[in-house]
């Protein structure tokens, strides 16, 4: 059975929300949803998650996991939001343990919060196959980025996460707690070493002036004109080039809050005794 893929896009974060399924009725994924956030006001809206719940319950479809390719910096997940709405497991690569390590310390949270990836309902191991009705996703192992990046495979479809970007914009930075620009070359090969037909759906997309936004690519396209990793280009020259670049990369806007939030799932940390809940802002720690 052949999949069908409909993208959201949030303009405020520039990333896509997909939902993936084979039919009306049917079962269907959810990968890296977005929960709005205000960095100025510190309150969260659902307006980009009512998207995708008012999509899932017009179609009838049955969601069984909803999925993230790793703990995101550009945006907060609307994970639970949109299972306690549509119902669904919310799942992430193993290795999301090694970075809720790092950022326990980071952020000095509580003695309580746990960072064996309890907060997730299920953690995807390398290479493991999930079906979904008829389908089935594959979980790809491809860090760099992050320590615990997974890429999800569908049919001829892969969606990439942050590894890579539309072939003019290049790749994803390596310079956060755990990233690794070798590791993020060698996961970037492991995703062209499929066919040229192999569809490549971007986590994110920041167009040059004058092109129109875009989500999906091509394995054939990504290694012809990828301005970072296509063809012909050295393990050695790309480490130099990302690590150059890196370093004159702000931090994103919300990687402090996002971060806090995506390490527990989409949950946000627990309300203090005036029944409130609070992100904390480290000082010269990043």
Known sequence: MSSTIKAFFDPNTWTFTYVVYETESSCCVIIDSVLDYDPKSGRTRTHSADKVVDFVRTHQLQTEWILETHA????????????ARLGGRVAIGDHIKTVQGVFKGIFNLED????????FDYLLKEDEVVAFGN??????????HTPACMAYKVDDAIFVGDTMFMPDVGSARCDFPGGDAKALYASVHRLLSYPDHTRLFMCHDYPP??????????????????IHMKDGITETAFVDMR?????????????????????????????????VAYLKIPLNAL
């Open 112 to 119: 309580s919060f746990n960072t064996e990836g309890k907060q």
């Open 243 to 275: 690590s150059k670049r890196d370093a004159t990369l702000e931090m994103p806007v919300l990687i402090l809050p996002a971060v806090q939030i995506n390490i527990r799932a989409g949950s946000f940390p627990p309300a203090e005794n005036n029944g």
């Open 209 to 226: 002036d004058g092109r129109t936004v875009k989500f999906e690519t091509s394995v054939a396209e990504q290694k012809q004109h990828n």
């Open 135 to 144: 389908l089935s996703f594959q979980c790809l192992f491809v860090p760099g």
């Open 72 to 83: 995101h910096a550009d945006h907060l997940s609307g994970a639970q939001y949109l299972k």
